[in-house]
């Protein structure tokens, strides 16, 4: 077949139509894919952020519970007069309505002023810083179950926090006779101190 310089004519513009149109499906295809790349980028992103914004709000919704629990421990704390200032009188008031009960045949005690304390070891106290009041009770008793007693009724009955160090007891030595009159039969002595927390972020 032979081909004249009309056909070469003609067949130039074809195969440059041709050209043209594989270029140009060349520059679609190419950006096709360049803007799929770019749309699953922007859809990652997109996603990344919402699953940020999710945890933010997970986060947010736990902080939330955390103080509502917190606040509810510390109104408790608060109504108990674990945390707040000095609360002597009240300790004092609760020892005499203790009294009148007659748990024990009769006690005596002795609260000291409030201090810094210093437990060992030593533990993190956050915003609170930890005072201590130390308190001495002496008691006469009839027998060993009333100085349990009494300290159920301490707990139970006296809001605050009393820390029991210890006990010594010993038994009444007198003449024959003379003890039974007292009704005494046994003197303790116990040490201990009521604990308060006093919160530093408080107003005075």
């Given amino acids: 077949m032979k081909f004249s310089n009309s056909d070469f004519h003609l067949m130039r513009w074809s195969l440059s139509a041709a050209c043209a149109s594989i270029l140009l499906s060349g520059v679609i295809l190419y950006s096709s894919s360049e803007y799929a790349d770019f749309t699953q980028k922007d859809r990652r992103a997109a996603q990344s952020q919402m699953n940020d914004a999710r945890n933010r709000l997970t986060m947010a919704r736990q902080d939330q519970e955390d ?18 200032d000095d609360h002597r009188l009240d300790w004092m008031e609760g020892l005499e309505k203790l009294r009148n009960q007659n748990l024990v045949i009769d006690f005596r005690y002795n609260i000291a002023p409030q ?6 070891p030593a533990i993190d106290g956050g915003n609170f810083d930890i005072h201590y009041s130390e308190t001495k009770l002496q008691f ?21 926090w009393y820390q029991l160090e210890g006990c010594t007891m010993q038994r009444v030595a007198t003449d024959e006779g003379s003890a039974t009159a007292a009704g005494a039969h046994i003197k303790a002595e116990c040490n201990g101190g009521w604990i308060t927390l006093k919160n530093r972020n408080a107003q005075p």
Wanted: hydrophobic share 40%.
């Fill in 115 to 120: 201090k810094i304390y210093a437990p060992q």
């Fill in 67 to 84: 103080l509502s629990v917190f606040s509810q421990k510390y109104d408790t704390l608060e109504t108990n007069k674990i945390i707040g």
């Fill in 140 to 160: 006469d008793l009839l027998h060993e179950g009333q100085l349990l007693n009494f300290f159920d009724a301490l707990r139970s009955q006296i809001k605050g």
